[in-house]
């Protein structure tokens, strides 16, 4: 099969003209005189001689009012960066609540009866849940929290499945001044075991189970096992999903709560750990032998807990720098860092870039596939929820019961704006174009992606096949550190293949050489880094200011910058891209070139469907390349292929860059949000320990990994 050929110095989208002067952000630079992109984020990042009107201040406090985000107390300047920007406070002085801006102003107006969202399971039920329903149960919960002595600056964890509870609590613990820590649903023992430690959660909201391609995963006994590991958890709030029913009423349930939390008062009194029974509640489901482990002096269901609670609460108001979540990193280079985040800045940054960046309309109705346990849902929820817009939330897999589930769910919901992992549309490509027609896309106005590099075929095949040719892909880069994106184009501007735009409104960002010096311009690939922070920024790590310095603020020093760690470049036409992360570089031969580049040339090719580039260590070279390769449907593996595969690498990086092998394998090891977990397939193949693996959806990908290698 003849290689494809995709050229990424060739502009792919141009906007409908009609339809970019419609857009959110044409309506801004109208509103202040702005004529162009560049001018654009020079005004919003840069303090320009004779233009007060200008700069990272100017556009964080306009954006305030023009975004419509209220606080209770107007703040008293956009920052406080006397500290440097490591430490800058931002809105200082302010009071605000997360929970008011994306609920309880829309619950006590016309947007009361308006969906906040659309939800399915994966076995296809569905519900769709209003602003005012969100917001009495919202109240719920935070009434529960209260009555729990949870209160402002304390911890309460969510390993929850992708259920409609997940909003109300975490904005149940918005509106007490709590702080959410969201955990991946998709997390072993040891993972959440490990978040529950850090954090020191003493509540702990989580479920029996949820579906995943039609089988039951569970929840509760991983979470039990987790909190036997680490203790601090007092109290268990479990959500019945999987239709597991209590084995006594109600009333006996509350009854038995109540003399646990009397227990549990004498044996703190004593000193005396709480002995944990060994009764579980049996699924009310004949067919399943699935079995709900309990604790009666910790456990609560749901409905027994919150669903009874007073659906009236006073929403808290809160200083601009109070902490509102505790998100953590995935933890695949050392121990997971746990990122804080404050109310004013993660509902400042979350609300611009759905404003600007993928220009929410009032009718859109928005879908990011994500986990609240990762950064992109809780994104997704404060963003489209300040304007009152609809998001939809699913449960399940993506090719489950069929490889259209996406494309029928777009289809049938009439999904506006729809983001996804490169990794899993690359999966899904490969089961045929024919997927994808057989369903209506035409409601699609804007597609989005994050995570990791695009490779052009896939990228084009995303635009043309689902977006039809005509809807932009917002790519997008930044992180949980900031709640939000770095680099992100407009959905006005005209894309290259796999680009990533430019910088973010109000984002000042650059790309700089090993010693700091600036060399965007000079279109060649350098350290992306901030120059200045933005309200969002993380506040520091929970665990202190030490490691924070030393992740993010000790590489460039003079003047202090932000470290990404991503490997970037603007090309001539000004148009970024990035190239991986930079420790990941392959250092062959004294050059550098980045994984995500050799595996877009090996994708280029029609038999190749994903590819995984990994470095070894080499006698002659320092380091080799060994290419992982899934094959196309009904493409067979062949050495004639290997060699083909090696040879285009050597064409187009040169003879050095040529792999070392060409291995082919079925599937690569995956995370439950279709990044694909390179540091796995490097451990493999030279026989090391992968490490934590916990939030690995599958596990058997490795086994063929061995075998192949």
């Known amino acids: 099969m003849a290689p494809t050929e995709v050229d990424t110095d060739e502009v792919v989208h141009e906007p409908d003209p009609a339809v970019a002067e419609a857009t959110n952000v044409r309506a801004f630079m109208r509103e202040y005189g702005i004529d162009d992109h560049e001018s654009l984020i020079e005004r919003t990042t840069t303090d320009l001689d004779g233009e ?147 954090s020191e959660c003493s509540v702990l909201f989580t479920g029996d189970g949820f579906y995943r391609r039609g089988s039951e995963v569970t929840l509760k006994d991983t979470a039990d096992e ?61 067919d399943s032998d699935t079995e709900v482990p309990w604790d009666d002096g910790r456990d609560e269901w749901w409905t027994d807990s919150v669903a009874e609670r007073s659906s009236e609460y006073e ?43 993928f220009d929410q309309k009032p009718d859109d109705v928005f879908w990011w596939v994500s986990d609240i346990g990762w950064m992109m849902g809780p994104w997704t929820l404060i963003g489209n929820h300040t304007f009152g817009g609809a998001v939809v939330m699913y449960e399940g897999a993506p090719d489950h019961p069929g490889p259209d589930r996406f494309w029928e769910m777009i289809d049938r919901h009439d999904v506006t704006q729809f983001g996804i992992s490169p990794t899993a549309i690359r999966a899904l490509r490969k089961h045929g174009d024919e997927h994808v027609e057989g369903h209506d896309l035409s409601s699609l106005r804007i597609l989005g992606s994050t995570g990791e590099p695009w490779d052009p075929e896939s990228w084009l095949w995303f635009y043309e096949h689902v977006g039809d040719g005509e809807a932009p892909i917002v790519n997008i880069s930044g992180g949980t550190e900031i709640c939000g ?73 003079e003047p202090p910058m932000w470290d990404h760690g991503d490997w970037a470049q603007q090309d001539a036409d000004g148009f970024w891209f990035l190239h991986g992360r930079a420790d990941d570089a392959l250092n062959v031969a004294g050059r550098k070139v980045g994984p995500a580049e050799i595996e877009g040339v090996l994708i280029d090719h029609g038999a190749v469907n994903r590819a995984a580039a990994v470095g070894v260590d080499d006698d002659t070279t320092g380091t080799a390349v060994v290419a992982y390769v899934v094959l196309e449907s ?76």
């Open 315 to 357: 929403t808290k108001s809160l200083p601009s720098d109070q902490e509102s979540m505790l998100l953590y990193s995935s933890g695949t280079t050392g121990t997971p860092k746990g990122i804080v985040h404050t109310h004013a800045g993660v509902q400042v940054q979350c609300a611009k870039e759905i404003h600007f960046g």
């Open 485 to 557: 994106c770095f680099l992100m184009p407009m959905p006005d501007q005209p894309l290259k293949p796999c680009t990533l735009g430019s910088p973010g409104l109000g984002m000042d960002i650059d790309i700089v050489d090993g010693a700091g010096e600036s060399i965007a311009d000079t279109h060649e690939r350098g350290y992306l880094v901030a120059r200045d922070s933005c309200p969002s920024m993380t506040e520091s790590l929970w665990s202190g200011d030490e490691r924070y310095l030393e992740e993010y603020w000790s590489t460039f020093t």
């Open 52 to 198: 007060p009107d200008s700069g990272v201040d100017w556009f964080w406090d306009e954006v305030v009012d023009y975004l419509g985000v209220e606080f209770y107390d107007d703040y008293d300047a956009v920052r406080d960066d006397a500290d440097g920007p490591q430490f800058s406070d931002w809105y200082p002085g302010g009071e605000i609540n997360l929970a008011h801006n994306v609920l309880d102003r829309h619950a006590a107006g016309d947007d009361r009866d308006d969906v906040a969202c659309v939800w399915e399971g994966e076995p296809g039920d569905e519900r769709e849940v209003t602003f005012g329903e969100l917001h009495e149960q919202s109240n719920r919960v935070a009434n529960y929290l209260e009555s729990n002595g949870v209160g402002a600056g304390d911890t309460v964890g969510l390993y929850m499945a992708m259920v409609p509870e997940v909003m109300s609590v975490l904005y149940g613990c918005f509106k007490t001044g709590a702080i959410a820590v969201p955990i991946f649903s998709g997390f072993g023992v040891e993972a959440t075991a490990t978040r529950i430690d850090d």
């Open 634 to 709: 009904g493409v067979e593996p062949s050495e004639d292929l290997k060699s083909d595969l090696r040879a285009l690498v050597g064409e187009e990086h040169g003879k050095p860059f040529r792999p070392r092998e060409v291995l082919f394998v079925d599937e690569f090891p995956k995370t439950q949000s279709g990044k694909i977990i390179r540091r796995a397939i490097a451990a493999v193949h030279a026989g090391d320990d992968p490490g934590d693996l916990s939030s690995m959806e599958n596990p058997e990908a490795l086994s063929a990994l061995r075998e192949a290698s």
């Open 226 to 286: 987790a909190i036997d590991e680490v203790g601090h958890v007092e109290s268990v709030v479990v959500y019945d999903r999987l239709g597991a029913s209590a084995a006594r009423s109600a009333a006996d349930t509350r009854a038995r709560s109540e003399r646990g939390r009397a227990q549990r008062g004498r044996d703190s009194e004593r000193g005396a750990e709480r002995p944990v029974s060994e009764a579980t509640r049996e699924r009310s489901d004949p």
